[in-house]
């Protein structure tokens, strides 16, 4: 496969209103921010997902938002990367980690999916868990409450301030991945 295949940068959550504040949907609310910046919508596709073609850090990128449910997140992001002819190495998830503090942003490529099941579907349906991801620290649930209903509940307000300085950073983070290789740009993200 040739440089001249797109990038296919998907940001994870939940579709619906209901879910659009929750801490489970902060990759689809950085894609949503890359839409704006670029001045474009994301429009239905065919693969179960909202779509667009931007123009990102110089490269051609499509990025999305599966339409289905985040346990279900593999069908879309399959479909996609095969209407995209996008190959592995091209695609990047944007996600929610409650394993990494709240603010604080990581990026890797491949391990395992630390009970995620967003990143579940996705490995399953690509056969691989080898792409790269831009991890978004959203902290661990307080007391005794259970990781399922803490990330399905809306950021804290004084987060909802922070997340005006988080979801730029991201958009920052994920560029540095399209402009640079892994170990460089994670010595740039890391260090902030």
Same mark, same amino acid.
Do not use: N, Q, Y
């Given at each position: 496969m040739t440089d001249t295949a797109p990038w296919l940068i998907v940001g994870l959550g939940n579709p619906g209103p209901t879910y659009a504040g929750n801490r489970h949907n902060i990759g689809a609310m950085v894609i949503e921010r890359m839409a704006q910046d670029a001045g474009v919508a994301l429009r239905a596709h065919k693969a179960h997902a909202r779509a667009a073609s931007i123009q990102l +850090?110089?490269?051609? +990128? /499509? /990025?999305? $938002?599966p339409g289905s449910y985040m346990n279900e997140s593999g069908g879309? $992001?399959?479909?996609?990367?095969?209407?995209?002819k996008v190959?592995?190495?091209?695609f990047i998830v944007i996600h929610d980690e409650l394993d990494i503090d709240f603010g604080v942003l990581r990026l890797k490529r491949g391990g395992g999916e630390g009970g995620h099941n967003g990143l579940r579907s996705i490995s399953g349906s690509l056969g691989s868990r080898d792409y790269l991801r831009v991890r978004v620290g959203i902290g661990r649930p307080p007391g005794r409450m259970d990781a399922a209903t803490y990330v399905l509940k809306d950021f804290a307000s004084t987060q909802r301030q922070e997340l005006e300085f988080l979801i730029p950073a991201a958009v920052e983070a994920t560029e540095l991945l399209l402009q640079r290789d892994l170990a460089d740009a994670q010595n740039v993200v890391h260090s902030r």
């Open positions: +850090a110089g490269e051609r +990128a /499509i /990025i999305a $938002v879309p $992001v399959s479909g996609l990367m095969k209407f995209f190959p592995l190495d091209r």
